[in-house]
């Protein structure tokens, strides 16, 4: 399965962007879909999360402003991310971890997302 990540920006701090992470299978068949960023210098870290099941989980830093969804249909996960701060700045990948796998085994080119003060 191949992951496409697309929909980064440049954008003022307090607008909004939406990412989105079309796979070219069914993303239903991963036990979860993810957003992870990586800042310049920073390690690359977990954004959020949505289970087969539908179970989300968010970084506290983005919980509030940022929402997870996923369309079985299209195989398309999506990152609405609102009152974007300047360090939201990274290069979002999204990345896919399947049934048998505790890791994230499958990743997209990443986008990046440039917030402005």
């Known amino acids: 399965v191949q992951l496409q990540a697309y929909g980064g920006g440049l954008v003022q701090a307090g607008g909004s962007l939406r990412l989105s992470c079309a796979a070219s299978?069914?993303?239903?068949?991963?036990?979860?879909m993810g957003w992870l960023r990586q800042a310049p210098g920073k390690q690359r870290e977990l954004v959020a999360h949505?289970?087969?099941?539908?179970?989300?989980n968010y970084q506290d830093s983005v919980k509030g402003r940022f929402t997870i969804s996923r369309d079985n249909a299209k195989n398309t996960v999506y990152l609405q991310m609102n009152s974007l701060k300047p360090a939201d700045t990274a290069v979002y990948y999204c990345?896919?971890?399947?049934?048998?796998?505790?890791?994230?085994?499958?990743w997209g080119q990443g986008t990046l997302v440039t917030v402005s003060s």
């Open positions: 990345a896919a971890r399947p049934l048998v796998s505790s890791t994230w085994d499958y």
């Open positions: 299978g069914s993303i239903f068949s991963f036990n979860a």
């Open positions: 949505i289970t087969r099941g539908g179970n989300i």
